[in-house]
């Protein structure tokens, strides 16, 4: 058949093999290699469900489902059925069968409830795994398959007889060995026949009566059982014998149990081949990286998916052969395109595209994901039919045209069994008999009668009524399967013995002839409704409605090519591709380049369709459609075949040389143009499927490319016609307006990646400063209670001790002035937010330089100079502090200025100092503690410098910081006082009062 034919076209077979190679048990590799398509969408939606459970688990789990210990144990079953006796491995793998499944039962229900599986519980949820007949057959067969002495009472004592037997024979012979050792080959004991013997040396076989059983090969052995054993080796047989038959009634007893549950454990057997199935499934559209398709409704206005689609068995052989790189392909039909025409040059990818195709819709039809990006759409093809010339197969066969016609008459015939089908099942207003027959006549799977075998026409009547059965049977003598061809005689139904009900539907049958209406005669059409009820009539208006007109009669607006709302270069490619017929001639004989193209039109359909007329939901694949023959008549019979595809199957892809095909897409909306891309300059294919562009020929550019003679080429093209190059430089400008759009859609694309970078870091940024906001308001908060209690404990103290000592007016204006100073210390008049310091790198920070675009880390403190040293990698290197920045982009404050400034800044600082010592002195509110102050004396300037930074940052909460420099020559002091002049946290600063250090100490106070 052509679905049969379609399969080994797709090369189908390798990838079951493929999927073979993910299965656990024998008997999934065995269904795998024999894998069934599905005939209905409900039967893929569950195969499909199966697959996604099982993947989930895949994807979520270290380990999958587990199969262990199941094994093939079909034949075991019938075997037993028939009454044999398994032997023991044959139980010993039934018994590790039922814990098997018993165990992937279990593992299943456990995951239930944690990853909301459904449809795996439904399938293991009436399992009978039989535990006792497990442990029954363990408790008599032992690992090796032997059946063990605990099996009967009456094995153990056979087999305690056996065994002292045997060590009486084994003395006996031990003693002969001894005594007659010179006539001893070699002193052991061996068996022949069951049989204990011993080794004589043949001149010497009289030292040793007995029976000769045996010699080696070169005859100087004799194998003889001493006379002295002969009956001990008759006992031994009889118990061996006796034995034998009671292993043989234990395996009996077992097989009798197995043979009563025989149903249950095929059906054990069938479902952990199911979720076998389901399970390499998964595991081989996990390997792939496949996405999961959904099936979109034929009669909407979804479009068929598929982006960045890959050839599965080209995949498989580039990460398991070697092969090159796969290059995807992106699949993008929206309705109502019924036909996609593919064109472009010989190597391109054109046949690979057709098999990519057919794969995917085949893989989504058994239950597998497909290998594109989510999400994946497409219809659900009831048929997939291809007729591909295998020119890149490993078994290269070139067909003929009238072969390629053979398996399109095939192709046609099997879409109008769907049709006649659908049509023939409409029988909404039959009669309760009638509605039986037809869902009998559906479970038989009556579509296709010609090729039906004796086999398929017999139906299945188990459950028919009797009536039914004798209807069946006259349907069967008189073959009214297709009444085309019918002879009077077989037309002229037999209806004795018939109901009523059943003779009026064989008249309406006979009236009607409604089958196949196409090539009906004007008689025949004219149905006869003498006698019809209501409904029947209805019917039949119905079926006359739905006759297929033919077109041959239209009229010449018709005929005329709509070209609104099309763009500038896509209405000169139809116009050039109607006046020009620009056939591809890479692979034409001379004869068949010499086209007639005088006052030729593409004609438009000869088929028009009524509105709700039902496609048959079938995916034709068909590879250089029309070739084999004259172009001429070739490219007239594709276009003919083409509009016949579009008003009957769901979707058509064709790929072809002929330039009268890229302009259908331009008179009919149900026809699409693609082409696969090739690069002129290297004379490579890119294997890239462009959508709504034909191909270019590029035979001549090839040609010469190759080195073929410019006179030959141009003669070649003064042939072919200036139009040919007009096309072709549309289609090109085409390309090239594409190519630009498709760069900008890149460059906007990675632009769009970049913004939502920065956005994220900005978020993540901004997120993280909130953080430490909220910080550090509850540390502000932890710090403002801890001050309001030193407070609170201050002033109780002094109330305490106004309490405790006498009370004068000089006591209580000492308490007064001490309440005061704790009010002074803890409510400053003015409290200002503290600003962020400037970045000033430490030792140890990570710094970056923008200059060498390096990240480095601080070994030294800027010095006198704004220069530290820095590392990153292996290298080191002295830099000025205008050449750095923070992590987060801040630059650094220099804090080295001109000599005039200096000198300025220092007499300003001395004289503010001055003026604001006596302040400081008279106001006695500065009070120093070890938390708000800081010894530098000893230190270098840019090593004090980075010491009162931090000190700095400590003393916000205290308003002040005194700053132990001591005098010496005073550079320390003035460094520092330079440094407290720019820094953003340091409001103004002073020296010391002279009891409190002076000129050795400056008080910087904080904003």
Not at 101 to 124: C, F, N, Q, T
Not at 618 to 625: M, P, S, Y
Request: one cysteine or more.
């Amino acid at each position: 058949m052509i679905q049969s034919e379609t399969l080994e076209l797709l090369e189908w077979p390798r990838l079951c093999q493929h999927l073979a190679t993910f299965t656990a048990t024998k008997l999934g590799a065995i269904a795998t290699h024999h894998l069934q398509i599905p005939s209905t969408r409900a039967e893929t939606i569950q195969l499909l469900a199966q697959t996604q459970e099982v993947y989930k688990l895949e994807t979520l789990l270290t380990q999958g489902l587990s199969f262990d210990g199941i094994e093939d144990i079909g034949d075991s079953l019938e075997r037993s059925e028939l009454g044999g006796i398994l032997s023991g491995g044959e139980l010993l793998g039934i018994a590790t069968t039922l814990a098997g499944v018993r165990k992937l039962r279990r593992a299943i229900d456990g995951y239930e409830s944690e990853y909301e599986l459904s449809v795996l519980p439904e399938l293991v949820a009436d399992l009978r795994t039989y535990p006792e007949l497990e442990q029954e057959i363990h408790r008599c067969i032992d690992d090796r398959g032997d059946v063990t002495d605990r099996a009967s009472p009456k094995l153990a004592g056979i087999r305690e007889k056996m065994h002292h037997l045997r060590d009486r024979i084994d003395n006996i012979l031990r003693g002969i060995l001894q005594r007659k050792a010179n006539a001893i080959q070699q002193p052991i004991i061996t068996q022949r026949g069951d049989r204990f013997v011993i080794p004589v040396k043949a001149p010497q076989k009289d030292a040793v009566p007995g029976i000769v059983h045996d010699t080696s090969t070169t005859g100087s052995t004799l194998y003889i059982e001493p006379n002295t054993v002969v009956n001990l080796n008759n006992q031994m047989r009889q118990l061996q014998r006796q034995a034998q038959r009671e292993e043989e009634a234990i395996r009996q007893a077992l097989t009798e149990q197995v043979a009563e549950v025989k149903e249950d454990l095929e059906q054990l057997l069938a479902i952990a081949t199911i979720i076998d199935l389901a399970t390499a499934r998964a595991r081989y559209s996990l390997w792939l990286g496949a996405n999961p398709p959904q099936f979109t409704d034929p009669d909407s206005d979804q479009p068929m998916t598929m982006r960045q689609l890959r050839h599965p068995l080209l995949v498989w052989q580039q990460q398991h052969e070697q092969g090159s790189s796969v290059v995807p392909i992106d699949v993008n039909v929206r309705p109502p395109v019924r036909v996609v025409a593919i064109t472009g040059p010989n190597t391109g990818g054109k046949t690979v595209t057709l098999k990519t195709l057919g794969l995917a819709a085949l893989m989504a039809k058994v239950g597998l994901f497909i290998p594109a990006n989510d999400p994946v759409e497409l219809p659900w093809f009831e048929q997939i039919l291809a007729d591909i010339g295998d020119e890149q197969s490993l078994e290269q066969s070139l067909s003929t045209f009238s072969g390629h016609i053979r398996r399109i008459i095939r192709i046609l015939e099997s879409i109008e069994g769907t049709l006649n089908w659908e049509q023939g099942t409409v029988i909404d207003d039959f009669s309760e008999d009638e509605n039986k027959l037809k869902v009998k006549s559906q479970k038989s799977k009556l579509i296709e009668g010609d090729d039906f075998s004796g086999n398929e026409n017999n139906l299945e009547v188990d459950n028919l009524s009797e009536d039914e059965n004798k209807l069946k049977v006259k349907i069967q003598n008189s073959k009214v399967i297709e009444g085309d061809d019918f002879s009077e005689d077989e037309n002229n139904l037999e209806v004795d013995n018939l109901s009523e009900d059943e003779n009026k539907l064989k008249v309406k049958i006979q009236n009607s002839k409604v089958i196949e209406g196409d090539d009906f005669s004007e008689d025949e059409n004219n149905l006869e409704v003498d006698n019809l009820s209501e409904n029947e009539n209805q019917l039949k208006v119905k079926l006359q409605n739905s006759k297929v007109i033919e077109g041959d009669d239209l009229s010449e607006d018709e005929n005329n090519l709509e070209v609104d709302n099309l763009s500038d270069n896509e209405n000169k490619l139809k116009v050039k591709l109607q006046n020009s017929k620009v056939i591809e001639g890479d692979d034409l004989s001379g004869n068949e380049n010499n086209l007639e193209v005088d006052n030729y039109d593409v004609p438009s359909s000869p088929f028009p369709v009524e509105e709700n007329f039902r496609l048959s939901p079938t995916l034709v694949l068909l590879d250089e459609v029309g070739a084999g023959t004259d172009p001429t008549e070739g490219s007239a019979l594709a276009i003919s075949l083409l509009q016949y595809l579009a008003d009957n199957a769901l979707l058509t892809v064709a790929t072809t040389h002929f330039g009268e095909l890229k302009a259908l897409k331009y008179e009919d909306e149900r026809f699409e143009n693609a082409s696969v891309e090739f690069d002129t300059n290297s004379l490579q294919p890119t294997y890239r499927l462009l959508w709504g562009i034909p191909g270019r020929s590029n035979a001549m550019t090839i040609a010469g490319r190759l080195g073929l003679k410019q006179d030959i080429i141009d003669r070649a093209q003064d042939y072919v016609g200036g139009d040919s190059e007009d096309v072709n430089q549309v289609i090109a400008g085409l390309e090239e307006q594409r190519q630009k759009q498709e760069t900008k859609a890149k460059e906007a694309s990675e632009l769009l990646q970049e913004t939502e970078y920065l956005h994220r870091e900005v978020a993540r940024k901004a997120s993280a400063l909130k953080e430490r906001e909220r910080e550090l308001k509850l540390a502000q908060e932890v710090a403002v209670q801890e001050k309001i209690a030193e407070a609170k404990a201050e002033i109780a103290t002094v109330i305490r001790n106004l309490q405790q000592g006498p009370l004068t007016a000089r006591n209580a204006q000492k308490a007064t002035n001490a309440i005061n100073e704790i009010s002074e210390k803890y409510l400053p008049s003015r409290t200002p937010p503290p600003k962020k310091p400037s970045f000033m790198p430490k030792e140890g920070d990570r710094i970056r330089i923008p200059k060498i675009g390096q990240t480095a880390e601080v070994l030294t403190a800027a010095n006198e100079n704004d220069e530290l040293t820095v590392k990153f990698g292996i290298m080191k290197m002295t830099v000025n502090l205008r050449e750095i920045e923070s992590l987060d982009g801040e630059k650094v404050e220099s804090f080295k200025k001109s000599k005039n400034v200096e000198s300025q800044k220092s007499k300003k600082s001395e004289s503010k100092s001055k003026e604001s010592q006596s302040e400081v002195t008279s106001s006695g509110l500065a009070v120093r503690t070890s938390q708000n102050s800081i010894d530098i004396r000893g230190s270098r300037v840019a090593d004090a410098q980075i010491e009162v930074d931090r000190a700095l940052s400590k003393a916000i909460e205290y308003g002040l910081l005194w700053i132990i420099h001591g005098k010496g020559t005073g550079k320390l002091r003035q460094g520092i006082h330079e440094f407290l002049q720019e820094h953003p946290l340091v409001e103004r600063y002073e020296l010391a009062a002279r009891n409190d250090g002076g000129s050795g100490v400056t008080i910087a106070h904080l904003k």
